[in-house]
């Protein structure tokens, strides 16, 4: 069962504006050249959207930024002026200005600092807010293929840990970036407005900083993204095994399970380790470029001041902005390295916001018919999983089911039974064929609508780490709670809900581990009943249980298969005797239809089966 949210439409748009255009559906995007600078940071720019939804914080945060270097880089103009003009008593009126506006300019700075720390602050988390909802609502929007192949633990680990990597550089790093380009600028055109000369020397000692700089950073990058892979394989590794816990201990491999996981576990610490090296490296290589080329240029700068070319005060205005700008660099290079690190982890997140869904609605999809009837076609089907595909799950198939009939499907695993179910929820699209659900195409039709007029019962019941209430409450989310206790009744489930600790608002365990197997089928058939669906999907909805709670729960969906067409997966024959239609299924094709007695006394596949089971029940 699927339900529409208005936060996947809404999100839509930014999830567009951050994918290219793949080569072919369901791709995931070729990684970029790595030539060029640009292409390196590039999953980092396709952030752009996510930062433009919020102008207003960003032009406040951008303008507290430029006024706080600006407040800065006003410092070296009033050291200037007081050395030049001396400590002697006659100027001490005027050294007096120059100190209460050093305390004005703090006063500003201070203001500014902290109005640009609230704004990168917000910005960073709102950003990541946001990023995580679109990814989670694009997450939503994929099928099964999808998930065949991607593990859920991975996609946890991108959707957690590689957001909190983004979060960092869409506030503080980005504003730090931006602060310490604005204080290198403008600190070299006031170095080279107190000296050329000396700027000149500084200019050529530049390219030697910022060369081994670019270079260190795309090896930053490939290592970070190296160190998150090896982190979501830890964590897929993990999420796996806690989620089936009870086989671990019950094969008692918890110390070899604790062993694999520590292996994985190292292998993100060595990636990790590996990146905070180069990026040790390349901060260690840029302050000693850098601070060497100041030396060298302050050498020749106390030369110019014995010489008389240029007074103290200037040099010591030209020695601070020198300062800034080595400040500048290096705290570049120290940014450079979290961009790069940040901009592997945005790719990550780029990579599954660039997967098409292979199953989407139509542009301009067609109507369902209102009032809903719930009669269903399959014309001449045919297909085969991408996973086996010289293996048809289905071949030449076809069936019509009128509205308000039960129609049982049987045969042996692998016959194609589930197969058909996956199709009328499309999940899959078939190789050939159509099928139609009140004569509109599936593949023409919206997914939400077409998938509200399907409820689906099936064999492993998902169970939700909340109350029983919003258990329910997931067939229809907008219910009411006395609406969610008649369908409890009506499904067989409200005695035994009542007698738990908090009744109705009891907290399950995570998959249900707290109920037992009939209990969470009637919690399956309540909400089914809650969602009140024309077409009803029952998939060995009683397979796993004992007698009596078969009873109990073959009598809730005889009150939920009324007035509905039913199609019913069932290996235990006793289930099916009293549909409208029995098709017996072998390797993808009906080989057998009828009602049971007819099946019973021709004597084929079913009337093998039926005497196999019904043999063995009689002689228990």
């Avoid at 991975?154 to 983004?166: G, K, N, P, Y």
């Avoid at 001449?380 to 086996?388: E, L, N």
């Avoid at 190789?431 to 609508?449: F, N, Y």
């Avoid at 709670?481 to 809900?497: G, H, L, S």
């Amino acid at each position: 069962m699927t339900a529409s949210h208005p936060s996947v439409e809404k999100n839509a748009s930014n999830v567009v504006s951050l994918v290219p255009p793949p080569e072919a559906s369901g791709s995931e995007a070729s990684p970029a050249p790595r030539g060029s600078r640009l292409e390196a940071i590039r999953p980092l720019i396709r952030l752009k959207p996510y930062l433009m939804k919020h102008k207003g914080m960003l032009v406040f945060g951008l303008a507290a930024l430029v006024l706080s270097a600006g407040a800065m880089l006003s410092v070296p103009l009033a050291v200037r002026r007081m050395i030049d003009h001396g400590f002697s008593a006659e100027n001490a009126g005027f050294i007096d200005q120059y100190f209460a506006m050093m305390i004005v300019i703090g006063a500003v700075l201070a203001a500014s600092i902290a109005a640009r720390f609230y704004c990168v602050s917000w910005l960073g988390e709102r950003v990541v807010a946001d990023l995580r909802q679109d990814v989670f609502a694009h997450l939503t929007r994929l099928g099964p293929a999808f998930f065949e192949k991607t593990h859920s633990g991975e996609v946890m680990s991108r959707l957690t840990a590689d957001t909190t990597q983004i979060k960092a550089v869409a506030g503080h790093t980005i504003s730090q970036a931006l602060r310490n380009l604005i204080m290198l600028i403008g600190a070299f055109v006031l170095m080279f407005i107190t000296s050329p000369n000396l700027s000149g020397l500084t200019l050529i000692a530049i390219p030697v900083i910022v060369l081994p700089l670019m270079a260190y950073g795309q090896a930053v990058k490939n290592l970070s993204r190296k160190a998150q892979d090896s982190l979501a394989e830890a964590s897929a590794y993990a999420a796996e095994n806690l989620t089936a816990v009870r086989t671990m201990q019950s094969f008692a491999h918890e110390t070899a399970v604790a062993d694999r996981f520590d292996d994985a576990v190292q292998r993100s610490f060595d990636a990790a380790r590996d990146r905070m090296k180069a990026r040790a490296g390349l901060t260690a290589l840029t302050v000693f470029l850098t601070v060497s080329s100041i030396v060298a240029v302050l050498w020749y700068g106390a030369s110019a001041v014995i010489s008389g070319s240029m007074t103290g005060g200037e040099l010591s205005q030209f020695i601070i902005y020198a300062l800034f700008v080595a400040g500048a660099l290096g705290e570049l290079a120290e940014v450079w390295g979290e961009i790069s690190q940040a901009s592997g982890a945005a790719e990550r997140l780029t990579e599954i916001l660039a997967v098409v869904p292979e199953i989407r609605s139509p542009e301009h999809p067609t109507p369902m018919p209102e009032p809903a009837l719930g009669a269903i076609d399959f014309d001449q089907i045919t297909f085969a999983y991408a996973s086996r595909p010289d293996i048809s799950a289905l071949r030449d198939f076809t069936l019509h089911v009128k509205p308000g009939e039960t129609v049982a499907l049987v045969g042996p695993s692998g016959a194609g039974k589930t197969t058909i179910f996956n199709l009328l929820l499309r999940f899959y699209d078939p190789t050939s064929g159509r099928v139609r659900v009140d004569g509109v195409d599936v593949a023409a039709a919206d997914l939400d609508q077409l998938r509200r007029r399907i409820s689906l019962v099936p064999q492993d019941v998902a169970i939700f780490a909340d109350t029983v209430l919003e258990n329910i409450r997931y067939g229809s989310p907008q219910a009411s709670e006395d609406d969610v206790r008649k369908a409890a009744v009506a499904a067989q489930a409200d005695a035994f809900i009542r007698a738990l600790p908090d009744g109705y608002g009891q907290r399950l365990g995570e998959r249900g581990v707290t109920l037992s197997g009939g209990q969470r089928q009637r919690l399956a058939i309540a909400r089914a009943i809650l969602k009140n669906a024309p077409i009803l999907l029952l998939d060995e909805a009683t397979s796993a249980l004992d007698a009596e709670n078969e009873r109990a729960v073959q009598q809730a969906l005889e009150v939920v298969m009324r007035d509905r067409t039913t199609l019913v997966i069932a290996h235990r024959l006793a289930t099916v005797q009293k549909a409208d239609r029995i098709l017996v299924m072998e390797e993808g094709r009906v080989v057998e239809s009828g009602t049971h007695a007819e099946l019973v006394t021709k004597g084929g596949l079913y009337g093998r089966l039926a005497a196999l089971q019904f043999g063995k029940e009689a002689a228990e």
